[in-house]
């Protein structure tokens, strides 16, 4: 199973870059919010664990999330490949996936890493919580928390990364087609 991961602030459209890689890929793509959606909606442990940390918009701790993807790797074996949005988002979240992926006889083909500008990251997430029915889209201070956590904690992890895989980083803006080109370029 071949991995490869797209990372870049919220709103930067990693999920909507994701939908149409894993048609072009034939891979899974692995939503870190959607299945944290799910283990909540289903009342997992891990759900509950979940709830807690979502709801005011922070970051899930590592050990909480290093045990889902654990469980995401293992039941994804038979896929040709998986797309991960979403994950990692911390240093030591890149550490444990690194030796996760190593312990299960795997590895990670590249990282996608998308750019945008904060001021249009804001605009972009006033436009999502009109068209998304996500509770945590309607609030315009955890819009700009998300992104404060971005700069504070998932930045500084990329630049990590880029010691570890290799990652190619792209330019978020202009239209979806435009930047799809460019990563179906790199591919």
């Given amino acids: 199973m071949k991995i490869l991961i797209i990372t870049g602030p919220p709103y930067s459209g990693k999920g909507t870059q994701c939908e149409i890689l894993k048609n072009l890929l034939h891979y899974k793509h692995i939503s870190t919010g959607d299945r944290c959606r799910l283990e909540k909606e289903n009342g997992t442990e891990i759900?509950?664990?979940?709830?807690?940390?979502?709801?005011?918009?922070?970051?899930?701790?590592?050990?909480?999330?290093?045990?889902?993807?654990?469980?995401?790797?293992?039941?994804?074996?038979?896929?040709?490949?998986?797309?991960?949005?979403?994950?990692?988002?911390?240093?030591?979240?890149?550490?444990?996936?690194?030796?996760?992926?190593?312990d299960k006889g795997l590895g990670i083909d590249k990282v996608i890493n998308i750019e945008v500008p904060k001021e249009e990251l804001l605009l972009r997430a006033k436009k999502r919580a009109t068209t998304s029915n996500r509770e945590d889209d309607k609030n315009s201070e955890t819009h700009v928390?998300?992104?404060?956590?971005?700069?504070?904690?998932?930045?500084?992890?990329?630049?990590?990364?880029?010691?570890?895989?290799?990652?190619?980083?792209?330019?978020?803006?202009?239209?979806?087609?435009?930047?799809?080109?460019?990563?179906?370029?790199?591919?």
């Fill in 145 to 187: 928390k998300r992104i404060r956590i971005f700069e504070e904690t998932t930045k500084p992890a990329i630049t990590y990364m880029k010691t570890k895989l290799k990652v190619i980083t792209f330019d978020g803006m202009g239209s979806i087609e435009e930047i799809t080109t460019r990563i179906k370029e790199s591919l």
């Fill in 47 to 102: 759900g509950k664990e979940l709830s807690k940390y979502e709801k005011k918009g922070d970051l899930v701790p590592d050990q909480i999330m290093k045990t889902l993807f654990s469980q995401i790797l293992d039941e994804n074996r038979s896929e040709a490949g998986i797309i991960l949005d979403g994950y990692p988002r911390t240093t030591p979240q890149i550490d444990d996936l690194l030796a996760l992926v190593a």
